[in-house]
């Protein structure tokens, strides 16, 4: 079953369907040809890439170093390729992209622009029935959603929205062939790091830009640059060494953590080392301490030396007092990385609304309104984030053999075995799942943990005569009670942020990833394998035909 554009509808067997064709879903491919296993990816969108073929709105990059966030799978890949800044802008992620789907020749066994609209497991043929908006039907003995944790696009509900006679463009969702701003009255709803990546680009080309910000945020600067010569020949030189160092790290990334907690050191001290980490940029700024998102009193002095920045940056006093988060401790919503992005705010031709004041009340024919104000608008940008985590896996209708929904089960917050597996779902398996590090971490890291898990288990099953695999209700019960209690340990669920499911009205609020650390989780799922895949149960083919 190879066809990619055909028209022709896919029905039959295979051993492996995929859901999603962005990093996840490419290795995935990758590695399961290399076992033998027929593969069939399903990928709504035209190409490869994901989260880096939709999110295309001015200034998207990435905020973990290129010379982190790249696969390390292929040592011959990573040698050849060769990123042009510290940090890459999203359309040299997308040729990275495109370029392993090339090298690797993925694109013959992914149909593109195909969207899986249900998956029901038939217990006694232990199959997959996937069903896509196409009308292909397929059956596979495993199912593997690679549907990724921020590629539901999230639109809020205003009053009005379908009246605005401008474009509304959403930065999840941006037009491949890009914006011309140049001359237009802009609004912008929303300040995350996707908002803080395009306010200073938008700003440069609009004739004006009004912000709409709800909760302001804390941002580091990222300095970005080209890559120095000798940082890519460093890198390269020693990649064995340093992708493994990332894989032992809390969050996958390779930096200095300073193991010192923040008050331990005097006020001076302390001042100089945020200044260093600063000057840095970046995610690091959150290892200057090594209890920062723990100790409330240690994580406020964080975050008022990025307060005190915001202050010494904004010129406009009523500006910068909007543009400082008291709110939240730092990190507890992610920490965003930005190039210029609270200097745009002294620029005269942008305005900051704060809508937690003056909620947006409705969207109108020219613009928006708030409870205080019109607003004439050419064009509205929403920077509204994503249903985060469940959004994708939730809108796939989800069935097993006793015609439970995943989404039913997951009503009042989702439940896994290690973020790989729900029980009652047996042979489904999620891609950086609720219950994994996955967003916590450098995720290019926690993608291939968790697909070089998958694969492994799928040879290990194929070894063992086994035709499936489940998880134990106790065993995810226990996952649960861990993930909870590991996350209530830190200052994390003090925040509304999209990890809590804040962001999303009705939405249950429940930390969903896994916060132990890329490290301490790798070496969990290590054991479980090791341990004859304890918390699991193997399904015979006996068994599976009988029941
Ligand atoms: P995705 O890239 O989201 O791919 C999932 C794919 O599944 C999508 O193409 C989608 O169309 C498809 N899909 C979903 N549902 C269906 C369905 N029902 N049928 C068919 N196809 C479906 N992470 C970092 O570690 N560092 C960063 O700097 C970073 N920057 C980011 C910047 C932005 C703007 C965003 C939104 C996220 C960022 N992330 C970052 C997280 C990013 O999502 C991951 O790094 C990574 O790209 C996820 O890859 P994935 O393949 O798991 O998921
Ligand atoms: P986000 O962080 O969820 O931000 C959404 C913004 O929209 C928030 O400011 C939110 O305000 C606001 N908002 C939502 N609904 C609103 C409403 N009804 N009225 C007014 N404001 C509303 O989404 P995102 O910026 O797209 O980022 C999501 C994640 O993607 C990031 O956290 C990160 O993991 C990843 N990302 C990374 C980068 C990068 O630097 N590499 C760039 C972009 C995205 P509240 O805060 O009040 O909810």
Redesign the pocket.
């Known amino acids: 079953m190879t066809e990619r554009d055909s028209k022709r509808l896919l029905t039959g067997e295979i051993d492996v369907v995929v859901v999603g064709a962005g990093f996840s879903g490419m290795y995935l491919l990758h590695r399961l040809r290399a076992l033998g296993l027929s593969t069939m990816v399903f990928e709504a969108a035209g190409d490869v890439g994901g989260t880096w073929y939709w999110?295309r709105y001015p200034g998207?990059?990435?905020?973990?170093e290129s010379m982190q966030y790249s696969y390390s799978f292929s040592p011959e890949l990573q040698q050849e390729w060769r990123w042009q800044e510290i940090?890459a802008p999203q359309p040299e992620i997308l040729r990275y992209a495109q370029h392993v789907a090339e090298r690797f020749d993925l694109r013959r066994d992914i149909r593109f622009e195909t969207r899986v609209e249900s998956a029901r497991f038939d217990r006694a043929r232990a199959r997959w029935e996937i069903v896509t908006d196409r009308g292909d039907r397929v059956s596979a003995r495993y199912c593997v959603m690679a549907t990724g944790c921020?590629s539901a696009a999230?639109m809020?509900e205003?009053p009005g929205v379908e009246t605005f006679r401008g474009p509304i463009y959403h930065?999840?969702h941006w037009p491949h062939e890009g914006v011309d701003f140049s001359g237009q009255r802009v609004g912008v709803?929303?300040?995350?790091?996707?908002?803080?990546?395009a306010i200073p680009v938008i700003a440069e080309e609009a004739a004006q830009l009004t912000v709409?910000?709800?909760?302001p945020?804390y941002s580091i600067p990222a300095h970005n640059r080209p890559m120095p010569p000798e940082y890519e020949a460093m890198w390269k030189r020693r990649y064995p060494a340093l992708r493994a160092r990332a894989w032992e790290t809390r969050n996958g990334i390779v930096y200095d953590l300073n193991d010192q907690s923040a008050l331990d050191v005097d006020d001076e001290t302390r001042r100089k080392i945020y200044e260093q980490r600063w000057a840095a940029g970046g995610i690091p700024f959150m290892a200057a301490f090594n209890d920062l998102i723990i100790n409330p009193a240690a994580n406020e002095t964080a975050a008022e030396f990025v307060r005190q920045k915001i202050r010494e940056i904004v010129h406009d006093p009523e500006t910068a007092a909007k543009l400082t988060p008291t709110s939240y401790p730092i990190g507890t919503?992610?920490i965003?990385?930005d190039t210029n992005y609270f200097a745009t705010f002294n620029r005269r031709n942008v305005t900051l609304v704060d809508?937690?004041k003056t909620?947006?009340e409705a969207i109108t024919e020219t613009g928006l309104r708030t409870s205080a104000t019109p607003y004439a608008f050419d064009a509205l940008v929403?920077?509204?984030?994503?249903d985060?985590m469940t959004g994708a896996l939730n809108a796939i209708t989800i069935e097993n053999d006793a015609g439970e929904r995943l989404a039913d089960k997951w009503a009042a917050g989702p439940r896994t075995y290690l973020g790989l597996m729900a029980a009652g779902f047996p042979n489904l398996f999620m891609i950086t799942g609720p219950g994994s590090p996955s967003?916590l971490s450098n995720m290019m890291v926690s993608i291939e943990q968790h697909v070089d898990w998958v694969v492994r288990c799928l040879k290990d099953l194929r070894a063992r005569g086994a035709v499936g695999i489940e998880a134990s209700v106790q065993a995810e019960d226990a996952w649960v009670a861990h993930v909870n209690e590991v996350a209530h340990r830190t200052l994390y669920p003090q925040a509304?942020?999209?990890y809590m499911g804040?962001?999303v009205p009705g939405k249950p609020r429940v930390f969903m990833p896994y916060i132990g650390g890329v490290g301490a989780y790798r070496e969990i799922c290590e054991k479980v394998a090791a341990n004859n895949y304890e918390g699991f149960r193997l399904l015979a083919p006996v068994a599976a035909a009988a029941e």
């Open positions: 999110n998207a990059r990435c905020d973990v940090y921020l999230r809020p205003f930065t999840g709803i929303g300040t995350g790091s996707s908002a803080i990546q709409f910000q709800r909760t945020n919503k992610r965003c990385v809508v937690r909620p947006i929403f920077a509204t984030g994503f985060a967003v509304n942020s999209w804040a962001n």
